[in-house]
């Protein structure tokens, strides 16, 4: 099996709502270093497993929507605690969706699964890895 | 599948028995940096994997039982090569213990696996991964 | 000349006044990562630039009036821009603070100067240096 | 289930063809991390994955057939895309023989897997991951 | 003294002439992650070192110069040996040009110094200062 | 200014005396990954610092003596607290005579300054410089 992996980051507010999250429950933010990686039984004709140009721009793209906001007046996500496990699946379902809208090219039809991972600290990340 | 890793680091002495380990039969030591991860299906009512917070506090009381101190004169290790790839599955069975025994909450009974990375050097590192 | 440096973190909400910030102006977040290093020509007794233990926790006890806030709402930054390169000397200035409170220890009056240096992601950190 | 990592880096040059690649088609070159994982299901009587130093040292075997080249230039390349993927392949296909020709050790033989992964930048990587 | 650093990087091809550089004399490669420092006593009036955007383009605009290229085939460089060192002082001798041009914003004329570091691998690196 | 800097490790036990240590006075142990940075004014006649080559192998030629060694039996270091910052004295200093003796070859004669920084974890290091 193949992976790539694309590096890109996000900055974003939020707050949490439930006793679990201390002082978390109060407005604060993040940068989030994102990781997405593409998973693929073989390599195409090109030997790749996705191409890297589009897989960055698709993953910007996903990444422009959410960057530079409070995720707290994002209407979608009203009421939900944005976590860095719930982010990580949003980002990759998204990244998902632009697969299969042809985003990431027709070779990108060839992908089996994504992994996304995102970063809040140098001390603690979450992932999420879902198939295609 | 989702994931969730925290950091901490733990320093100790050991030496090994055995003609592979070479220089590394004297007395050494090493600062490890422990990646602890939680494996899970699907997300708790919080949108989380596992109380951040509680399995941080946790993975440090099982490295707090480690730190500073010379392993081969740990009872618990007499006679035993505490290799990396060894003292990864030591912390990720006392974490599986300190889940089952509650101290990660009740939510932490949802998850799946548990993964510890232990990486010696920045060019080394050993990873154990169980069920719970 | 030595060196002692401890690393720690911070998650704040914050937003930008002024066209040059871009799409900064909205509210938004960042994880700092903060670098705090001491300097000092010569070793103490023990062999020390300053405990580190002591080092640290003050860098946390800084940190801790930051964390999790919201610093568009802290009463001393109103009206000011909480820039990376700003809250580097903020940082600063607080920690020498506490060395001259004596909350490094007796010790570290023998100091030389203070950096401090916030990782906002992994392509870009601000540095401040100053004099004790 | 155990794994052993070790890391080593390696530097070539070479050109793609394909419009796929764009300005990456004119030659250039690349810094490759290159990290080989070992998996095992079970330590060997030294409580070890593999030797760390025979694993080193045949890494870096196949590594200095590669480095310091004109991938465009070997003859084994001729006519192929030495992607990043690729490479993974390669070198995972070519520590597989070694553990296979007993270099990595008789206890080698126990191994299960290999995964390969290449960084060629701080912001993109890929893997490769076979049986043994 | 205050300093921001961006990072970007580049992927070049290159060789060496002189013994000195062993089989680095054959044609190779190399990814560079490239710092760009600035340096400055005072921040401006936005408590701002420098515009981080312009920094980053400006970076990008250097690097693209040199990116996916043959270093040996660039007329500017015919018979030099384009070591990492050397290419440290291309880049921030092109950077303090732009600098100078207006390219970085009228605030970047308060800038003391340019540092740039360039890493050749995880294991060596690079740097050259210089007043602006 | 240009600085070279090339990164190797090294695994010791030791254990320190005074009560600031708290923990830290039991015998444990410390991986260092270790920095040694050249400074130098001009570049040479190859456009190099210093033949990396050769400071690579001197480095190692000075880590090689501390190795998997329990510094509390090395008659250097008898009633020495062995702390970081210390450690990074010593390696600065014997890389010096190492210059000074010519390992590093003619060129390095030529050389300003050495800095020496061991990182003891993720969280902390430490650094010495000195003129050459």
Redo the contacts between chains.
Sequence with gaps: ?????????V????S?H?E?????Q????????VDATFHRAE?DD????V???LA?KELGGVLADL????LDEVPEFAG???????L??VIADRLAGRVHDGGL?EGARGLAEITVTLH??????????RAL
Tied chains: 1, 2, 3, 4, 5, 6.
């Excluded at 099996?1 to 980051?9: Q, W």
């Design positions: 099996m193949f992976s790539l992996t694309v590096r890109d980051h900055m974003v507010a939020h949490f439930g679990v999250f201390g002082p978390a109060r407005l604060h933010g993040a940068t989030f270093l390599l090109d030997n790749l497993i191409d890297i140009g960055t960057n530079y906001r409070n939900i605690n944005t976590s860095t496990e719930y990580a699946k090219g809040e600290s140098h001390v603690a990340w979450a992932s999420y890895r």
